[in-house]
């Protein structure tokens, strides 16, 4: 029985850090935690409660110089 309560405290305190990384890696790709990511958007990372890190892509195509 002392093992699940040790368990049990451990997995308590350890779960705020544990979300908190993941937020801190969505600011790191400059990404934003939503429910759902836009059209011109792509997840590239998860975070806390069950969002995503969405990026808007950057359209490709030739680049010209005026």
Known sequence: ???FFFL???FFFL???KNA???E???RLKGTCTGYCKKNEEIVALCQKSLKCCLTIQPCGKITED
């Open 21 to 23: 990384f993941f937020d």
């Open 1 to 3: 029985m002392r093992t």
């Open 8 to 10: 049990f405290a451990v």
């Open 25 to 27: 890696r969505c600011q």
């Open 15 to 17: 779960t705020p850090a």
